[in-house]
Every structure is written in C-alpha cells, then in structure tokens.
C-alpha cells in the first residue's frame, strides 16, 4: 500500500518560516507529479505548489516568492519551504502523490498542521 508521510508542521510567528517534508514508500516515487495543498478550517482543499516527475514547478499566486517546492528523488522525498509565513497560511498541509496511470494512482498524505499566530 501506497504511504506518504508529512512532517515539519508546528506553530511559528508571523514573517518566520518552516519547511515541510513528504515521504513516501511503497512508490515508484520518481515516477509521479508530487504536491503541497492545504486546507484551512470551513474551507476548500487547494493547490499550494506543484512540481513534476520532471522537476517543472507551479506555485499558486498566494505563496508566489515566499515558497519552493523540491523534490529528492533518491530519498522519495518533497519538500515545501515556506518563508515570510502569515496567519492567512494556517491551515492542514496534505502531501500528494499524482502517477502517470490515472486516479487509481493518486495518493494523499494525513496532513500536518502549521499554525501562523502571534
């Protein structure tokens, strides 16, 4: 079965920064596109940063300067380094994992919290 593990949320102030790791096992890692979405309370799940088996990176406009998204092939490994955070960012990040074979090879992580606040 297909896992992906987040880890590296916590609670920081506003303008400080984290980075967050997923790793996945049971995959063929390099294979798949892999994801940031986040979901705050009473809110829609949205895309975060995107980055391809390739390595082509796609940012939502809100996180444009502030975030990067990586990927270690070798360690099945993406990460998401978040500086310049706001409370706006508080929500739950999911990792996910996008394969080349259509939804039955799409894959979520738990999520791990980031909490923004003073």
């Known amino acids: 079965q297909v896992q992906l593990v987040e880890s590296g949320g916590g609670l920081v102030r506003p303008g400080e920064s984290l980075t967050l790791s997923c790793t996945g096992s049971?995959?063929?890692?390099?294979?798949?596109?892999m994801g940031w979405y986040r979901q705050a309370p009473e809110k829609l799940r949205e895309l975060v940063a995107t980055?391809?088996?390739?390595?082509?990176?796609h940012y939502a406009d809100f996180v444009k300067g502030r975030f990067t998204i990586s990927r270690d092939n070798s360690r099945k490994t993406v990460y998401l380094q978040m500086n310049s955070l706001e409370p706006e960012d508080t929500a739950v990040y999911y990792c996910n994992a996008d394969g080349p074979y259509g939804p039955s090879t799409n894959y979520w992580g738990q999520g791990t919290q980031v909490t923004v606040s003073s």
């Open positions: 980055i391809s088996s390739g390595g082509i990176t």
């Open positions: 049971r995959i063929t890692f390099n294979y798949y596109h």
